[in-house]
Nanobody
Framework: QVQLVESGGGLVQAGGSLRLSCAASGSSLRINAMGWYRQAPGKQRELVATITSGGSTNYADSVKGRFTISGDNAKNTVYLQMNSLKPEDTAVYYC??????????????WGQGTQVTVSS
């Protein structure tokens, strides 16, 4: 059983910064990738950024150049540094982890979500 604990959300003015963190519990986890998704009211949950255990990253076009995802494999932790925040970034941010369960299978786990609010 895996649990994800998120932190770092809050209220910030446009142009400000926040740093989100997400730690996965458990021992000897075989993590394929971790990432961040967000969901604004009335919208679908969307990808923000992902990082594989090998360090390969992927970003949504809307956050490229402003957000940076990083991870610590030893700590099973992923971070999201958010700079130059815009009101459009306001959403609940969810951490996600893909845990390897077999040679060709994995299971997805989701964090509880953390609110990020950017005022204009």
């Amino acid at each position: 059983q895996v649990q994800l604990v998120e932190s770092g959300g809050g209220l910030v003015q446009a142009g400000g910064s926040l740093r989100l963190s997400c730690a996965a519990s458990g021992s000897s986890l075989r993590i394929n990738a971790m990432g961040w998704y967000r969901q604004a009211p009335g919208k679908q949950r969307e990808l923000v950024a992902t990082i594989t255990s090998g360090g390969s990253t992927n970003y949504a076009d809307s956050v490229k150049g402003r957000f940076t995802i990083s991870g610590d494999n030893a700590k099973n932790t992923v971070y999201l540094q958010m700079n130059s925040l815009k009101p459009e970034d306001t959403a609940v941010y969810y951490c996600n982890v893909a845990v390897r369960t077999g040679p060709s299978t994995q299971r997805l786990y989701w964090g509880q979500g953390t609110q990020v609010t950017v005022s204009s």
